[in-house]
């Protein structure tokens, strides 16, 4: 699982500073999770194949999490694009972009999908053999969704050694990756934990931003392995914090701590402050296993 962060800080881009917006990839697909002004220009930079987009996740409709997702879009078409394009986010997205494309006399070579979104409930809105998506209901001033990405569990990995030793026929392999023991002949039962190794554990990875300090969350993303959630401020602007519906770090690291998470992701930093790292060590007070995000930075798991 890695996660490329193209842009994290809060309200208007900078010259050195993106709005939100960040490309999850897992079991060989990729994610673009929100998409303020300047994407693509960073998924170039990144080195990220605009072609291997296929779903867009818009968290709420404010612009530093939007304002680059019609030009996104009209820059596939522009490149030729043909695979469908699927968009997620809150209802009037559809309208927005629709908007834009019919004043602007744009035509797509693609079709566009939209699933728009209106539950306060944590539902699922994505899911195929590999990987499950839901949302998670945020606290903000608009209408807002974090989203819980989760690997499905892989299959077991044979043991060659073993299944020759015991002379179990191709047949049964796919049985023994799902799990199943096997009868010999002789009516010998074969348990599967001699057949078979523990797959690779299956990840998670949630996406909270923007969003008050809120523990209606909590058992949504228990024990996620990475979370990534919002820290506009520190705690020295925890009225403000208050007023706007937004986190301190302190908050987010309280939220890491309480859902078991592995690893904490802070972001959507207010640009009032000279330089980030005074948030990983406000957090770090609370939580002790904090990455800063950044423009351009990248994580493996």
């Known amino acids: 699982m890695k996660l490329t962060i193209l842009g994290c800080y809060a309200a208007t881009p900078r010259t050195l500073t993106n709005p939100t917006s960040q ?14 002004e300047g994407t693509q220009v960073q998924l170039r930079k990144n080195k990220i194949k605009f072609s291997k987009i296929n779903h867009i996740f818009i968290s709420h409709l404010h612009g530093d999490h939007l304002f680059g997702l019609i030009g996104t879009i ?11 394009l699927h968009i997620y986010g809150p209802k009037g997205v559809k309208e927005i972009i629709t908007l834009q494309l019919r004043l602007t006399s744009s035509w ?6 939209y699933h728009e979104l209106e539950s306060k409930e944590s539902e699922v809105i994505f ?15 608009v209408y807002t969704n974090g989203f819980l990405f989760q690997e499905k569990p892989a299959d077991r990995k044979l043991n060659v050694e073993a299944v020759q030793h015991y ?12 799990g199943g023991d096997v009868t010999l002949d002789d009516g010998t039962v074969i348990e599967n ?38 820290a506009t401020f520190l705690e020295s602007e925890a009225a403000l914090a208050d007023k706007t519906l ?24 207010s640009t009032r402050y000279d330089g ?26």
């Open 193 to 230: 934990k001699k057949l078979s190794f523990d797959p690779v554990p299956a990840m998670s990875y949630a996406f909270c931003s923007d969003t008050a300090y809120h523990e209606d969350i909590l058992p949504i993303i228990k024990d996620v392995d990475v979370l990534y959630h919002e």
């Open 23 to 36: 490309v999850l990839e897992i079991k060989n697909k990729i994610f673009l999770v929100d998409c303020g």
């Open 167 to 178: 002379n179990i026929h191709t047949a049964y392999y796919q049985k023994i990756k799902g």
């Open 127 to 141: 899911e195929d053999n590999k990987v499950i998506v839901k949302t998670i209901p945020l606290k903000h001033r």
């Open 276 to 301: 980030i790292e005074r948030f990983k060590e406000e957090a770090e007070t609370i939580f002790p296993n904090v990455l800063l995000g950044d423009d351009g930075v990248s994580f493996e798991f």
């Open 246 to 269: 937004h986190s301190t770090a302190k908050e987010a690291a309280t939220i890491a701590l309480k859902v078991n998470a592995k690893q904490l992701i802070l972001g959507h930093y």
């Open 108 to 113: 797509l070579s693609y079709e566009l999908f």
């Open 74 to 84: 009209s820059t596939f078409a522009l490149l030729g694009r043909t695979t469908d």
